[in-house]
């Protein structure tokens, strides 16, 4: 199966997870302020490529390091604007953040690989249509994520894996977006 054989259009949904899609994740540690976000290379370009190949592009990320009270949920939101701003100034486009400050611990159904974030953004966006939806993440809770809620499922590694759970295989957002792109 290839991406083409699903006929992706504009009636579709993409899910990204944040760290390690969108920005680069750090090591044993949270980004706890804008100065600490970093886009990895490509994701701007990337996200101005899939803004008009769907109908909905969200975010989906567990962020315990406000349930460890790492930082307050106040703090998220100026990150997430911050982001918000540089992708839309770029041509790219985010239509809604979900994230779940609960602690892994907590078993919490809104935290990955629980589809509590899938089931809001259906709520906000009762169109949205999990057969015809996309995750994109680069951990295997994204990737049962995608599969407990009926998606397709994106594994973003420089090191491809094998899993019942993976659908497709790429080393960034930006290798994906090409791979939909009818121009590139």
């Known amino acids: 199966m290839t991406l083409k054989n699903l006929n992706i259009d504009n009636t579709w949904t993409l899910f990204l997870d944040r760290d390690g899609v969108i920005n680069k994740k750090l090591e044993n540690d949270y980004v706890k302020h804008t100065t600490e976000f970093e886009f990895i290379d490509g994701v701007l370009n990337a996200l101005r490529i899939l803004n008009p190949l769907f109908k909905h592009i969200v975010v989906v990320t567990n962020q315990q390091c406000i349930g460890k009270r790492i930082i307050f949920p106040e703090d998220l939101e100026l990150i997430h604007q911050n982001m918000l701003y540089e992708i839309s100034y770029l041509k790219g486009r985010i239509d809604k953040i979900y994230y779940a400050p609960q602690l892994a611990s907590e078993n919490h159904p809104y935290r990955k690989p629980g589809i509590g974030m899938a089931l809001q953004a259906k709520q906000d966006f009762p169109d949205i249509d999990f057969s015809k939806s996309i995750i994109v993440g680069d951990s295997m809770s994204d990737m049962e994520f995608g599969k407990n809620a009926g998606m397709k499922t994106v594994y973003i590694s420089n090191e491809p894996k094998t899993n ?14 090409h791979s939909l792109s009818t121009n590139w």
């Open 164 to 177: 019942e759970l993976i659908d497709f295989n790429f080393k960034s957002l930006i290798y994906f977006a």
